[in-house]
């Protein structure tokens, strides 16, 4: 739906458009962004892509904000017409495979990110993504060849030592993930998550004692933290540490936004506990809710009803 013109704003891009200037274009459709005023922001790209097809940042931007109006109709519009004047705007390519990741077309994002990573090989973000549907693809080895050839580019950048570890885990090579999550954390200690990311690679690797003591140093950053709780259960029900293990399944379903997740995993642990069978079936029917399809869950619940 087209907003009614607001005149001021129609002379301030009249103004720019007719002095060539794409950089006010994009100044006054990011001040209404920020206002909120997401269909007037719309509707002066759209204008001044018009006037200006010589530009294209003014098409990047446009694809960017109908990808969050869901407009892909227009999107495959503008993106085609874009490109076609527009083939070596690395930037445009980016946006391109935005729109097409939001819609779940791995291949045709994949390529998109593919040209704008050649476009732009100082750039680490569409090496990043191009991995990531390589992955969704189930192209493990692509994905680790685009990345190991990004890091002998930029050795020092800390997300692509971490998409490179993702991807070793999905190749069930943990072991090689936890020298990744090392790494990334190297070039950048104060990023939380990549704790997260060496405590799981840790506890796949089946070193508990390690694995329980990356996930408590996560915690110490982040108290609520369903996931780092999760692996210090996990660790220590592993090292025999029962009380420290219950302690960690508990905290995890207190901080977990949704908890259904982790009152599976709670319910699992108690039920191997004779005499903690009606905590373990109530927790298991909560988490069977929010998960059917969770056969762990749904065969155990089977198994200690049937025994009770």
Not at 242 to 253: I, K, L, W
Request: charged residues 30%.
């Amino acid at each position: 739906m087209t907003s009614s013109p607001d005149p001021e704003l129609e002379r301030c891009l009249q103004a720019a458009v007719a002095q060539g200037e794409a950089s006010e274009v994009l100044r006054i459709a990011d001040e209404l962004q920020r206002g909120g005023r997401f269909a007037e922001a719309r509707d002066l790209l759209e204008k001044a892509w018009a006037a200006l097809p010589s530009e294209p940042r003014i098409a990047t931007r446009l694809l960017d904000i109908l990808k969050r109006y869901h407009g892909w109709r227009r999107f495959d519009e503008i993106a085609s017409a874009a490109l076609d004047a527009h083939p070596g705007s690395s930037d445009l390519w980016f946006a391109v495979g935005c729109g097409v990741e939001v819609r779940r077309d791995w291949t045709a994002a994949c390529e998109a990110f593919g040209k704008a990573a050649a476009l732009a090989p100082d750039e680490v973000e569409p090496v990043l993504r191009m991995a990531r549907m390589y992955r969704m693809e189930g192209q493990v080895t692509e994905a680790i060849r685009v990345l190991s050839q990004s890091l002998r580019r930029h050795p020092t950048v800390a997300p692509l030592h971490a998409g490179l570890g993702y991807a070793w885990i999905q190749e069930e090579r943990p072991e090689k993930a936890v020298r990744c999550f090392r790494k990334a954390l190297e070039y950048q200690p104060d990023w939380q998550p990549y704790l997260n990311d060496l405590a799981g690679a840790l506890m796949l690797c089946e070193r508990w004692r390690e694995a329980a003591e990356a996930a408590m140093e996560s915690l110490r950053e982040r108290k609520r933290n369903e996931r780092a709780w999760t692996v210090y259960a996990i660790a220590n029900a592993r090292r025999g540490d029962q009380a420290r293990a219950e302690q960690g399944y508990r905290n995890a379903v207190r901080a977990a936004r949704e908890p259904g997740r982790a009152k599976g995993n709670y319910g699992l642990f108690l039920s191997r506990n004779p005499e903690r069978f009606l905590e373990a079936v109530r927790l298991l029917q909560e988490a069977r809710e929010v998960h059917p399809d969770w056969d762990e869950v749904g065969n155990r619940l089977a198994q200690i009803t049937k025994r009770a």
